[in-house]
């Protein structure tokens, strides 16, 4: 069974610029998260998805940020437009649906805004 | 203001030795409890979780982890270290929330685990 996945691996962008990252969960699984590493600190996290509706989103930086996840299958992550400070690593984790099950994460997207 | 604590940066340990890796949290409830582990260059991987029952918990590896409720800890321990767990550790808690809220994750710092042969 595949695990979750994440495109691209890295991406190098100017300040300004738009980056959009893909996260594609495991088969099956209704839930999907979006966390993010800043450099040598904690993971925190982003949203949270249930199939297509966004349950938790209160870990979004600001507007400059936004999450889609059409047909409750793969998801997107938009930042538009890039700041320096939005450079980290991007991590996507799946789940199935009780709040015991263990979420899965994928490799991360590596993303330096310049 | 809920939390996770990782209190070492580093951990150095000879081959063979046993090992421990410390978790603290402060957080409401009774938290679901998880260790996941990053090598270089991949994602997380998840090691072992507590959600209910025996504080000790056994996990991917040959790690295990105990759960101590009254010192809010969740440790993580191996008996024999191998080189090839050098790597990244995290902690994570989950809230224990009922009505179908997040089971968002907080995470630790990390700790980085060097196993010297």
């Known amino acids: 069974e595949a695990g979750v996945t994440q495109f691209p691996s890295h991406s190098v962008i100017e300040k300004g610029q738009t980056v959009t990252l893909r996260c594609d969960p495991i088969?099956?699984?209704?839930?999907l998260y979006w966390y993010r590493r800043v450099m040598g600190k904690e993971i925190k996290f982003l949203l949270h998805?249930?199939?297509?509706?966004?349950?938790?989103e209160s870990g979004m930086p600001n507007n400059r940020f936004l999450a889609e996840r059409t047909g409750g299958t793969y998801s997107t992550l938009k930042v538009q437009p890039a700041e320096l400070e939005d450079s980290g690593v991007y991590f996507c984790?799946?789940?199935?649906?009780?709040?015991?099950?263990?979420?899965?994460f994928g490799p991360g997207t590596r993303l330096t805004v310049l | 203001a809920q939390s996770v604590a990782q209190p070492e940066d580093q951990v150095n340990v000879a081959e063979g030795n046993p090992l421990t890796v410390k978790c603290t949290y402060s957080?409401?409830?009774?938290?679901?409890l998880f260790w996941y582990v990053q090598y270089p260059n991949r994602g997380l991987q998840f090691l072992l979780k507590?959600?209910?029952?025996?504080?000790l918990v056994k996990g991917s590896y040959g790690f295990e982890a105990e759960f101590n409720k009254s010192q809010t800890s969740f440790h993580l321990k191996k008996p024999s270290a191998l080189v090839s767990d050098s790597a990244l550790y995290f902690c994570?808690?989950?809230?224990?929330?009922?009505?179908?809220?997040?089971?968002?994750?907080?995470f630790g710092t990390g700790t980085l685990l060097a196993v010297q042969p």
């Open positions: 984790a799946s789940s199935q649906g009780l709040p015991t099950d263990t979420q899965y």
């Open positions: 088969s099956g699984h209704d839930n």
């Open positions: 998805f249930v199939k297509e509706s966004k349950q938790d």
């Open positions: 957080v409401s409830g009774n938290p679901y």
């Open positions: 507590y959600i209910t029952g025996d504080n």
């Open positions: 994570a808690v989950s809230p224990r929330r009922y009505g179908g809220a997040t089971n968002k994750l907080i």
